[in-house]
């Protein structure tokens, strides 16, 4: 079973109330992926679910950019360049889907990805959005 994402205010939150909702939803997007991979759900069924939180990632990173540069938050030009990568490295996983399927396999690999990423990111660059408060 694909350990799922927690968003806590302990460990996620950044002072932020509208980044903190979108980390919640996102957080539920992410775990709506890994709940049909691991219910073994159809390619096209687990597609959708990946193509609503690849979209609302990319919504997501736009307002938190936007909201880091409104408040001169210093991890701005960070945020932007982790963010590019986090979209180049979702590219490369969906291509992978598109050819291997939804297989145990992938799943592990993108639990593993995403739960490392989100942490890392959140903790060490959205959180200096607390300096701003």
């Known amino acids: 079973m694909l350990q799922k994402m927690i968003w806590t205010e302990a460990m996620y939150g950044t002072g932020d109330a509208t980044v903190d909702e979108q980390h919640r939803k996102l957080f539920d997007l992410i775990n709506a992926v890994l709940d049909h991979l691991d219910q073994k759900k159809t390619a096209g069924e687990t597609a959708r679910a990946w ?11 736009s307002c938190e950019e936007d909201i880091m540069e409104k408040k001169k938050c210093s991890a701005c030009d960070a945020n932007k360049k982790a963010h590019h990568i986090f979209l180049n490295s979702i590219e490369r996983l969906a291509t992978l889907f598109k050819t291997s399927g939804p297989t145990e396999e992938f799943g592990k690999e993108f639990q593993k990805f995403i739960s490392s990423w989100f942490r890392m990111h959140i903790m060490a660059i959205d959180a200096k959005l607390r300096e701003t408060a």
Do not use: R, W
């Open 51 to 61: 193509q609503a939180m690849e979209e609302y990632t990319k919504t997501h990173f």
